[in-house]
């Protein structure tokens, strides 16, 4: 398995298919079209771990914004969860993040105990809730991992 970065509109697709058929996305509603803008975003870093020319997980990174080095996205292909792979994207990641800023930031869905109880085991801190943010009736939980402060 190797992660490096998205490579092709094939890619692209595979991931907003992944992304679709996963929580949080599918109690939001969120499409498999929309999924695929966010993949596409220019504005983001999206990094894939590919096996066989498959795509089984990937990561999307922002490094702009309020929250310089945050962790936007993060799925794992159903076939692929409790092996691992979720931890080595995070750190791949973290590396990223840290190399130019001491704080990694992520949201999680309060509903996501799975995922939330991932991030706490790789040190990340519940800092915050954003109420209805990404849809009407759902929480996000603000987390962060630092490594100190930014200045």
């Known amino acids: 398995m190797v992660i490096r970065p998205l490579a092709s509109d094939t890619e692209a697709e595979q991931c907003a298919s992944m992304m679709a058929a996963s929580e949080p ?5 969120r499409t498999r079209e929309r999924c695929l803008q966010i993949v596409r975003d220019q504005t983001s870093e999206i ?17 702009h914004g ?5 962790i936007r996205i993060l799925c794992v292909d159903p076939s692929m969860r409790g092996k691992g792979l979720g931890t080595r994207l995070v750190a791949f990641a973290e590396e990223r993040i840290f190399s130019e ?13 799975r995922a939330r109880a991932l991030y706490e085991r790789l040190g990340y801190e519940a800092i915050g809730e954003l109420r ?20």
């Open 132 to 151: 209805d943010y990404l849809a009407r009736g759902f929480t996000e939980v603000l987390m962060r991992k630092t490594r100190g402060p930014i200045g």
């Open 47 to 63: 990094y894939v771990a590919v096996e066989e020319g498959h795509v089984r997980g990937f990561v999307i990174v922002v490094m």
């Open 66 to 70: 309020a929250f310089i080095g945050y």
């Open 25 to 29: 996305w599918i109690s939001y509603g």
């Open 101 to 113: 800023t001491p704080n990694v930031f992520l949201c999680v869905s309060d509903f996501n105990t």
